[in-house]
Every structure is written in C-alpha cells, then in structure tokens.
C-alpha cells in the first residue's frame, strides 16, 4: 500500500496576511494620489525620477513602490520600476478603464464606518446611513462619478443586448441613477433612445453634468425625489437598477420592483446590477464582503442571492428571470414584463 501523503502542517500565515489585509487599498490610494501610475505610463523610472516628478518622498515612494512591485501591480528592471499590464489598463489616469478615482476615497469616504464593525455587530445597527437622503448626499456626491468605470463595461453589454438594432424611439428608466452610466450606455448605443434619470436632488447635477461630457446630455431628463415616490413614467423599453437593491432592504426592493414593473411598457426588460452571492451564500467572498459594507452603512440592506431576486420579480409579475454575463462583480440579472411591445 502506499503510506498517506502527511497533511500539510497548520501555520497562522494566512491569518496574518489577513492581519495586513488593510495595507494594500491604502498603499494603493496613496500611490493614485501621488500619481505614481500616470508618471510611470510615459516610460519606466528610476524611484529618482518618480521622486521629482511626484514631489513625494524618497523614502515614502520607495516603501509603497516595492510593495507594489511584492503584489504584481508594478514590476521591476534593475533600478526602474514600470506598470504591470493590470496598472497600465485600470490606474493610469484619463485611460478608459481607469479605477483609480474610486480608490482615493478609501481612507477618506470608505474605511472610517469599517473601524467601528465589531460594535455594529453587536448591536445591528450601522455606524451611519449612508443610503439616507440627509446622511448619503455628501457621501454620493462625492462617490458617484468616481464609480463610473465599475459600470462601464456592463452598461456597454447591456445596450448591445437590447439596443444594437433598434429602429424606433425607445424610453429608458434609469433608477438610481447615480453618475448616469446606465442610461449613458443605452444613449450611447442607439440615436433613438431617451432616458428619465432618477436619483436625489443632490446627485441629479452630477448626473447632467457626466450625461453632458459624454454627449447624450439632450436625451435625458430628470426626476429628483426619492424612488418610491417620484413619477416614473410609463412606456418604458427599459427598466435598469444599478446597485441600488443592496442598500433598499427586502420591503423596499419588493415595492420598487412592483412600481417598476407598472412603468414599463408591455414587453419591457428590467435590468438589475447587483453583488449577487451563492444561494448557499458561502461565497464568493466578494459579495459577502459587500454584505458586511451593508451592515455597517445601513439599516437594512444586504445582498441578494438570484433565487431571491428572481423570487421577487416574478411575485411583481415579471417572467423569464435571467443572468446576462457581464464584467462586473456578478452577472446582470434580467427579467421581462408580458406581452409585446
């Protein structure tokens, strides 16, 4: 017989990795900050020459440099540090897919309310509440079109699902609309598309303003007020939910689903972005990571899995829940309202 191979002895390496789980995000916003990406996407420097042309410490740079080149996201020739092909397409300031913007709010905007988990644990309710009108302005105004590129790619995949052939005037009802990359996306795709922006007062002039960057400003109006309340509409060719569930709580959700469905047109598609987890909710650790944000940033929201997703739109009279892949973190979730267009 062969002996059994000897289990791999136990060690708290992982553990203390996790430990230091911290360190990466903010060595990451301080080098966004610092713009260590932009000045190394002319051509690979010397830490020197990344010092003059930062204005930051030597000694500084140099510590989060070498971490980044420890994790992959710089690499290095003999003195020289250059970007990874990860950096180069996502850090690099003015670049299509650049995240950067969202990592400079990390220490600022995201990790404060996380110190504070252990006690909301205990009592369940969040640091501060964040999807409230009152205590959420300052906190979306300022996160929203830094989150743009997140939803990017998706929107583009969902405009070319519906919109790569249409031949006649179609209505799109962005909900929560946020820096109006939904809508955005579906205006872009096709001439013949017009959106009815959604969001708070307070978000709505962040909205015009990127809807007019990109060009489409003409094709939308808007709708301030809060979800549950504003006028929707009727018609609708489509209906898109951009992360806004999570924060809702079920009770929410199943009423804006319901209104949703009303103010679309026969035959019109609902299109929900969402952190969708397992139905087991064991993994993956995105989406859960994502329910624990909820936890500390509202009263009641969460993630949901698709089995409750799909659960709640067929009970607002929705048919054919489905995923549409897409790059984000979980697929679309789709669904249509009977009859024909």
Request: net charge neutral; proline share 8%.
């Amino acid at each position: 017989m062969t002996p059994p191979t000897p289990a791999a002895p136990v060690t708290p390496q992982r553990l203390m990795q996790m430990a230091w789980g911290f360190a990466i995000p903010l060595v990451l916003e301080s080098a966004v900050k610092h713009r260590v990406f932009d000045v190394l996407d002319e051509r690979p420097k010397t830490l020197d020459e990344i010092v003059s042309a930062t204005g930051a410490s030597r000694r500084g740079l140099r510590a989060i440099l070498n971490t980044l080149v420890s994790v992959e996201l710089l690499g290095k020739e003999g003195d020289r540090y250059k970007l990874s092909p990860e950096s180069a397409a996502f850090l690099v300031s003015g670049k299509p897919g650049f995240q950067g913007a969202f990592l400079r709010n990390i220490s600022t905007y995201l990790l404060p309310n996380w110190l504070g988990l252990s006690k909301v644990v205990a009592t369940g309710k969040p640091a501060d509440r964040v999807n409230q009108e009152g205590a959420g302005s300052e906190f979306f105004t300022q996160l929203v079109e830094d989150i743009y590129p997140m939803s990017a790619g998706a929107a583009a995949i969902l405009a070319d699902h519906l919109f790569a052939s249409l031949a006649q005037p179609a209505s799109v009802l962005d909900l929560a609309t946020g820096s109006g990359v939904w809508g955005i996306a579906a205006a872009k795709r096709s001439p013949h598309v017009t959106v009815t922006a959604v969001d708070w007062p307070t978000v709505i002039p962040i909205t015009q303003r990127v809807a007019g960057k990109h060009g489409v400003g003409e094709r939308f109006r808007y709708a301030p007020g809060d979800l549950l309340e504003v006028d929707f509409g009727t018609g609708h060719r489509l209906a898109t939910l951009g992360h806004i569930l999570h924060s809702e709580g079920e009770e929410r959700s199943r009423k804006l689903l319901a209104k949703t469905f009303k103010a679309l047109a026969p035959g019109g598609t609902i299109a929900i972005a969402e952190f969708v987890p397992n139905d087991d909710r064991c993994g993956p650790p995105g989406p859960l990571i994502f329910a624990v944000n909820m936890l500390v940033n509202t009263d009641i929201g969460d993630t949901y899995t698709f089995s409750e997703i799909s659960s709640w739109l067929r009970d607002a009279g929705f048919e054919n829940a489905r995923q549409l892949p897409a790059p984000g973190p979980s697929p679309l979730i789709l669904a249509d309202k009977p009859g024909r267009s």
